[in-house]
């Protein structure tokens, strides 16, 4: 069972990557997970030896792409994101929040950025 989180980013080669660390009662130590690169996991006794070793996880997870020859995914802090979503919803689900921006006075774009703000 989880108790404490923390997100900490952890440079290597010129990247960042998301590590999230975990402290884990099971195996008495903080679990540190890079969700960008496929099962780079790693742990420590405290919250910087998982961080540091995450940094020697992230840095041997790329060296091995690299020697494989397969190609370094570009971390999400580096990527450019246009701000659009295309998506598909139930007809009648988009009548709903058409009606419920008009009586908040706001446009659908806004009214639904909004909501999103709140589950983020």
Same mark, same amino acid.
């Given at each position: ?17 998301? #590590?999230?660390?975990?402290? =884990?009662? $099971?195996?008495? *130590?903080?679990? !540190?997970?890079?969700?960008? @690169?496929?099962?780079? #996991?790693?742990?420590?006794? =405290?919250? $910087?030896?998982? *961080?540091?070793? !995450?940094?020697?996880?992230? @840095? ?61």
């Amino acid at each position: 069972m989880a108790k404490r989180k923390n997100k900490i980013q952890v440079p290597a080669n010129g990247f960042k990557y998301r #590590v999230n660390i975990i402290w =884990s009662h $099971e195996d008495k *130590a903080y679990i !540190a997970k890079v969700p960008e @690169l496929d099962g780079c #996991v790693t742990h420590g006794e =405290s919250l $910087e030896a998982a *961080a540091a070793n !995450a940094e020697d996880a992230i @840095l041997g997870y790329l060296e091995s792409l690299d020697a494989r020859g397969l190609p370094v995914p570009t971390p999400l802090s580096e990527q450019i994101f246009s701000g659009k979503i295309p998506l598909r919803i139930d007809p009648n689900l988009h009548r709903d929040l058409v009606v419920k921006a008009q009586t908040e006075g706001t446009s659908l774009n806004k009214f639904i950025e909004n909501r999103l703000k709140k589950l983020g």
